[in-house]
Structures are given as C-alpha cells and as structure tokens.
C-alpha cells in the first residue's frame, strides 16, 4: 500500500517541481525559446501528466464499489454474512428437525435410519421441481428430507425462506445450484407466494423440499378449497414426487434399526414403542401428556396458554405469536373454577413451563425470537384430530378477532383462509375485504367465494361482471367456481351470454369450462344456440366445450341446422371445428347437412379449411366426411394441395385416403 502512494505522488510531484522551476526562471539557461531541450521538457511535461491521470483512475477502480443490501438479508435464515450458506454447513436441528429424547443432555440426535422410500425420494430429487414428504406430525419427514439434502447436494446453496413472500422476491432475483427448503409447506403457500407460475420458473439446477402434515395436504386436496393457487400446486405435483411417510417402521426399516441400536439404547427403546419410532423420539405422547394431564395452578396456566397457542395455528396463524397476545388470550382457556383463584402463578412462569423441553426432546411451545411463541405441530395434529384438552371443540370468537388485529394486511388473508374452513364465513369475508381495501387485487374473488356460501350469489355476479370487465382472472376464477360448488349454473348461463353480448371472450372461456367440467350439456347447448344466434366470435369456444359433455345426436344436429340458418360460413365452420369433439357416429348423422351447405357455398373456401385442419392433426374420420363434398364440387386443385400437405406432415393414410379423389376415379 506504501509502494503505491509513493508512486502516485512521484508521478504527480514531478511534473508540477519542473513547471515552477520553469515559471520562476531558475532552469532557464536549459529552456532557451525553441531549443530542443526546451521542447523535449515540454513533451515529458505532458507525458507525466497523462500518467499521473492514469494511475489516479487505476486507483478508483481498485477501490470496492458499494454493494446494495444482499435480497437474501432478512428474507433467509441460517445466512452466512449476506450469502446463502451451503447446505452440509446447516445442522439438522436449525432445519426443524425435532428434538429427540435425551437430546438436551448433550447427546446429539440418534444415527439415522434408513427408510424404505429413501431411493424414490433420491431420484425425485434428482429430476428437480417440488418434492413433498407427507405424513403425520412426528413421522421423521424432516428428518428423512434433511438426510437426503446433505447426502445429495452437501455443497449447493441452501435457502430457507422465512416466509412465501420471501420466497417469491429470492426467487425473482435469480437462484441456480440451490436447494430451497420448505418445512411446513402451507406456510409457504400464501398469495403472493408459492405458486404453480413461480415453481415454473425456477432453473433445472435448483430443487425444492418440502414437508407438509398429512391434515393440511388433505384439506388443500377438498372440493371447494378456497386456496385454490395452492390446491393447484399439490394437484400439478407428479405422483412420484409425493413421498409418503407411515408413522411405523416397516419390517426392512427394523431391521435396519436393530443394526444401529447397540450404539444409541434410545432407537432400541423406539422400536419397542406402540406409537411409533419416529414418535417416541420426537417425545409425541408425553408432550401431549404434558399438555393434557395436571391439576396444579402452574399447570392450569400452561396448559391455557398452549391451548391458546395451538387455536391460533389452528385458525391460521402460521407465525409465532407474542407472548402478551397469548397472555392476553390464555383467560378464556382457563378451567372456570380457576379464572378467578388467587393463587395463579404469573404467566411469565407458565409460558417457561410451556416451553421446557419434553424428556430432553421437543417443548409444547416453541420459544422465537422477541418474546414469541409457536405451538408445536404435533399438538396441532393432535388437536385437528380432535385430541388433546381442545376436542372438537370450535374456535372461539374472541380468538378471531385478536388474530384479525395482530395480522398484518398480507396475513389477514392466511385468517381469512382459516375462518373459511371453520366455516365462519362472515368472519371470512370480513378478513379478505380488508385485504381488498389493502391493495390485493386477487382479494375479492376470495370475497365471492365467501358470500357465495352465504347465499348472496347476485354479489358474486356482479364480482364476476366487474372482474370480466377488468380482464382479472384470479377474481374471475374463483368467483365463478363458488357459483358451481352452490350449483347455480343458470347464474353462470347468465354471466356467459352476457360476456357473449359485451364480446368479453376470456370471460366466456372461464364459464363455459366450469359449466362443461360439470357436465353441463344443456346449458352448454343453450349458449351455443345463442352464440351462433348471436354471430359471436365464441361458437367455437362454447361448441367445444359443449362438445366434452356427451351431447346427443339431436343436440348436435340442431347446433349444425342452426349454424347453416345463420348464413354465415364463418359462423357454420366454427361450429363444425368446435363440434370435433364429438364421437364419430354422432357426427356422421347430425353433421352432414351443414357440410353439403358449406360445399355450396362458392368459393367453398370454409370447407377447405376445415379439410385443411382434419389433415394437420391427421383427423382421418373427420376427413372422411368433408373430402367427398370437396370432390363433388369438382374442388381437385384443393384436394390435390391437401393430399401434399399431409405428405408433407407424413400422415400417409391421409395421403393415401385423398389419392382416392380425382377427375379419373
């Protein structure tokens, strides 16, 4: 660094030495006016300056430019400075996998034991996107997931998101040679979080692992689920990428486990007991008996506040919940001859019995950061199973309303979500309109779905309407599909030809599939009588769709008598692509009329397409009924030009069913 400096200020101290020796004179006697010394001095003069210029840049760019704040600061967990830390530099127990029996005595989890699906779990990994362990709480799926990351992938990055937001700006700013890790995947699919689109767009280097309780896999998985960006993603999750893990070993994974126990007496215990492995490690039962059995007033409070804790994850409040909320919440759990005894201990000394580790193992509340508290998921489990001192109890009001305060804007909706599938609809609805009011344009389609259990379907149309009319799908989506799960398909009727008549086709398109997923065909028929009536540009979309109902012969032919009446060959031509669908027998009967129509027509340019487009998809039926029009017609040259196309495309029965067409046969 001295080195350096010396040379800059030579570089800089010389040149300036000769200008004022020149100025004052003192070096006259060499500068005479135009001897060469002179010039030469003036040559060297700039020279030095020029290289004075150039070490003075070379030093700008050695100095480190200011570097923005990492996207991964306070977004990630387990971070190494700003950069994402390798996955073998990770411990089990920072990626939540539990706590085992003896864990807290200095013993360090025991030896894992392979399970039967390690291999399946390895090449999902291997072929990359989403790999999901399902299973109940306690059954080893983090444990399983973690050993595989660290066997698969020990130097990738690994991210572990705080939260589905998170996730999604990490995402956008580029991730490749990444494992992201994702326990308890439904607190990840949150909008604006996980999604089908954002899985999509993640580089082939990067895999995602994730966990999920066999509860929340199956509740995204029921009819009517109003996540329904989230229920899309588990349903787009290949089969070989949903590994299943049973609570008990199976024969080969026991004998696997009696290889290790002489090691660690602990898996040896685990064998023997009825819970399940897994189970008996994490330490399931005796937390549950913790939570359940006692009669002290410390226990009265803990208990109370874990009860508190546990309705809070139950109602959809994924994040830790302070201590003065749940202090706040914990009276309305309190047995009634206990809410007013004056021998309670404070609740600082409860939420400490809360959360003192089990047998070494696991703790009934999990203690966070700033004084905050999560319930641990298998009470969770428990409880959704109707276990534990909660039962089948429901949620109680209060409780509701002091998640809705503590919820920020993006989480009200998580609330919503969770009152939904309480069915505390109004509750519901009251959440997503806040979120409505906070800016979320995909809220109000959430709002539909709500109101439409309420019975207020003419709301839900006006949604649709106004949702149509701002080319909104994910509000056009979900409002449509509440009508369906109530089925009120004449009001979907109503929203198509009123999508028809304002010409609104993304609308049309959006009904129209839910009607014929529903097997809709009479009212599918209805509309296309209408669109074609109408001379809309949707026939082909609605007849289509029609068309994946079963529709009857006498349907279809009164479609394609229809079409001819409208005069119009666009409107006959769209009517019989979109009628494609239907079985070749049906077609025969019902559809000829309107192709001997259109071959009249001159020129019969129609028809041609028609045959054009039954030879790109190689469609040899549907070319069956439309050449022999053509060929009446004396049309060869178009015959002729379709028999080169399908050589082209080598569908060679179509070739060789249009070389029986010519002026010589």
Same mark, same amino acid.
């Given at each position: 660094?001295?080195?350096?400096?010396?040379?800059?200020?030579?570089?800089?101290?010389?040149?300036?030495?000769?200008?004022?020796?020149?100025?004052?004179g003192?070096?006259?006697?060499?500068?005479a006016?135009?001897?060469?010394?002179?010039?030469?001095?003036?040559?060297?003069?700039?020279?030095?300056?020029?290289?004075?210029?150039?070490?003075?840049?070379?030093?700008?760019?050695?100095?480190?430019?200011?570097?923005?704040?990492?996207?991964?600061?306070?977004?990630?967990?387990?971070?190494?400075?700003?950069?994402?830390?390798?996955?073998?530099?990770?411990?089990?127990?920072?990626?939540?996998?539990?706590?085992?029996?003896?864990?807290?005595?200095? #013993?360090?989890?025991?030896?894992?034991?392979?399970?039967?699906?390690?291999?399946?779990?390895?090449?999902?990994?291997?072929?990359?996107?989403?790999? *999901?362990?399902?299973?109940?709480?306690?059954?080893?799926?983090?444990?399983?997931?973690?050993?595989?990351?660290?066997?698969?992938?020990?130097?990738?990055?690994?991210?572990?998101?705080? $939260?589905?937001?998170?996730?999604?700006?990490?995402? =956008?700013?580029?991730?490749?040679?990444t494992?992201?890790?994702?326990?308890?995947?439904?607190?990840?699919?949150v909008p604006?979080?996980?999604?089908?689109?954002?899985?999509?767009?993640?580089?082939?280097?990067?895999?995602?692992?994730?966990?999920?309780?066999?509860? =929340?896999?199956?509740?995204?998985?029921?009819?009517?689920?109003?996540?329904?960006?989230?229920? =899309?993603?588990?349903?787009?999750?290949?089969?070989?990428?949903l590994?299943?893990?049973? #609570?008990?070993?199976?024969?080969?994974?026991?004998?696997?486990?009696?290889?290790?126990?002489?090691?660690?007496?602990?898996?040896?215990?685990?064998?023997?007991?009825? =819970?399940?492995?897994?189970?008996?490690?994490?330490?399931?039962?005796?937390?549950?008996?913790?939570?359940?059995?006692?009669?002290?007033?410390?226990?009265?409070?803990?208990?109370?506040?874990?009860?508190a804790?546990?309705?809070?994850?139950?109602?959809?409040?994924?994040?830790?919940?302070?201590?003065?909320?749940?202090?706040?919440?914990?009276?309305?759990?309190?047995?009634t001859?206990?809410?007013?005894?004056?021998?309670?201990?404070?609740?600082?000394?409860?939420?400490?019995?809360?959360?003192r580790?089990?047998?070494?193992?696991?703790?009934?509340?999990?203690?966070?950061?700033?004084?905050?508290?999560?319930?641990?998921?298998?009470?969770?489990?428990?409880?959704?199973?109707?276990?534990?001192?909660?039962?089948?109890?429901?949620?109680?009001?209060?409780?509701?309303?002091?998640?809705?305060?503590?919820?920020?804007?993006?989480? *009200?909706?998580?609330?919503?979500?969770?009152?939904?599938?309480?069915?505390?609809?109004?509750?519901?609805?009251?959440?997503?309109?806040?979120?409505?009011?906070?800016?979320?344009?995909?809220?109000?389609?959430w709002?539909?779905?709500?109101?439409?259990?309420?019975?207020?379907?003419?709301?839900?149309?006006?949604?649709?309407?106004?949702?149509?009319?701002?080319?909104?799908r994910?509000? !056009?989506?979900?409002?449509?599909?509440?009508?369906?799960?109530?089925?009120?398909?004449?009001?979907?009727?109503?929203?198509?030809?009123?999508?028809?008549?304002?010409?609104?086709?993304?609308?049309?398109?959006?009904?129209?599939?839910?009607?014929?997923?529903?097997?809709?065909?009479?009212?599918?028929?209805?509309?296309?009588?209408?669109?074609?009536?109408?001379?809309?540009?949707?026939?082909?979309?609605?007849?289509?769709?029609?068309?994946?109902?079963?529709?009857?012969?006498?349907?279809?032919?009164?479609?394609?008598?229809?079409?001819v009446?409208?005069?119009?060959?666009?409107?006959?031509?769209?009517?019989?692509?979109?009628?494609?669908?239907?079985?070749?027998?049906?077609?025969?009967?019902?559809?000829?009329?309107?192709?001997?129509?259109?071959?009249?027509?001159?020129?019969?340019?129609?028809?041609f397409?028609?045959?054009q487009?039954?030879?790109?998809?190689? $469609?040899?039926?549907?070319?069956? !009924?439309?050449?022999?029009?053509?060929?009446?017609?004396?049309?060869?040259?178009?015959?002729?030009?379709?028999? #080169?196309?399908?050589?082209?495309?080598?569908?060679?029965?179509?070739?060789?069913?249009?070389?029986?067409?010519?002026? $010589?046969?």
């Amino acid at each position: 660094m001295k080195s350096r400096w010396v040379r800059l200020a030579s570089a800089v101290l010389v040149p300036v030495v000769l200008l004022v020796a020149l100025w004052f004179g003192w070096l006259s006697w060499l500068v005479a006016d135009g001897g060469p010394v002179r010039k030469t001095l003036e040559a060297l003069s700039w020279l030095a300056a020029i290289v004075a210029v150039g070490f003075s840049l070379v030093e700008l760019r050695r100095r480190k430019p200011e570097v923005p704040q990492s996207v991964h600061v306070g977004r990630a967990l387990h971070l190494d400075g700003d950069k994402l830390p390798r996955v073998a530099d990770v411990s089990l127990l920072a990626l939540r996998v539990k706590r085992a029996v003896g864990t807290s005595d200095g #013993q360090a989890l025991p030896r894992y034991v392979p399970r039967d699906r390690d291999e399946d779990l390895e090449w999902a990994m291997a072929s990359g996107g989403l790999v *999901v362990l399902h299973g109940r709480a306690a059954a080893g799926k983090s444990r399983m997931a973690a050993e595989a990351v660290r066997r698969l992938r020990p130097g990738h990055d690994l991210l572990v998101p705080i $939260d589905g937001r998170a996730l999604r700006q990490i995402v =956008e700013a580029g991730l490749k040679d990444t494992v992201i890790w994702l326990d308890d995947l439904e607190r990840f699919l949150v909008p604006g979080g996980l999604d089908v689109g954002l899985l999509q767009r993640l580089d082939r280097s990067v895999c995602v692992v994730a966990t999920i309780r066999d509860h =929340e896999l199956a509740t995204l998985r029921t009819e009517g689920a109003i996540n329904k960006a989230a229920a =899309e993603l588990i349903a787009s999750i290949p089969p070989s990428h949903l590994i299943a893990i049973k #609570q008990h070993l199976t024969e080969a994974e026991q004998e696997q486990a009696r290889l290790l126990q002489a090691g660690d007496p602990r898996i040896g215990r685990a064998l023997e007991a009825a =819970e399940g492995f897994a189970e008996y490690l994490a330490a399931g039962p005796p937390m549950l008996e913790r939570w359940a059995v006692g009669d002290s007033p410390l226990f009265h409070v803990g208990q109370a506040l874990i009860s508190a804790a546990v309705d809070c994850r139950r109602a959809g409040y994924a994040r830790p919940v302070p201590g003065a909320t749940l202090a706040a919440l914990h009276r309305h759990y309190l047995p009634t001859p206990w809410c007013d005894r004056p021998d309670l201990p404070p609740v600082a000394e409860g939420l400490e019995w809360a959360a003192r580790p089990v047998l070494g193992a696991s703790s009934c509340l999990q203690p966070r950061v700033g004084d905050r508290y999560l319930a641990s998921d298998y009470l969770v489990d428990r409880a959704q199973e109707g276990a534990g001192p909660l039962g089948a109890s429901p949620i109680p009001d209060h409780l509701w309303d002091t998640l809705f305060s503590l919820s920020s804007d993006q989480d *009200v909706v998580s609330i919503g979500i969770g009152a939904y599938e309480a069915s505390r609809f109004e509750f519901a609805e009251r959440c997503f309109r806040r979120a409505d009011a906070a800016g979320d344009e995909r809220a109000i389609g959430w709002v539909a779905v709500a109101i439409g259990r309420m019975g207020r379907f003419s709301e839900v149309k006006d949604i649709f309407r106004n949702a149509a009319g701002s080319g909104n799908r994910d509000v !056009m989506i979900p409002a449509v599909a509440a009508l369906a799960f109530e089925g009120r398909f004449d009001d979907i009727s109503d929203l198509v030809r009123h999508a028809i008549t304002t010409g609104n086709q993304d609308a049309v398109l959006l009904a129209t599939i839910m009607l014929s997923s529903n097997g809709r065909s009479a009212e599918l028929h209805d509309l296309a009588a209408f669109a074609i009536h109408s001379g809309a540009p949707d026939v082909r979309t609605i007849t289509e769709m029609a068309a994946g109902t079963n529709l009857t012969s006498v349907q279809v032919a009164d479609l394609a008598r229809l079409s001819v009446e409208s005069g119009s060959p666009e409107v006959v031509g769209e009517t019989l692509t979109g009628l494609k669908r239907i079985a070749q027998s049906v077609k025969e009967q019902s559809l000829a009329v309107a192709f001997a129509w259109l071959a009249d027509q001159e020129p019969p340019l129609t028809l041609f397409r028609l045959a054009q487009h039954a030879v790109v998809f190689d $469609d040899l039926a549907y070319l069956r !009924m439309i050449v022999p029009h053509l060929a009446r017609r004396n049309r060869w040259a178009d015959i002729e030009m379709l028999r #080169q196309i399908a050589a082209v495309s080598r569908h060679t029965e179509s070739v060789e069913l249009l070389r029986t067409f010519g002026p $010589d046969r």
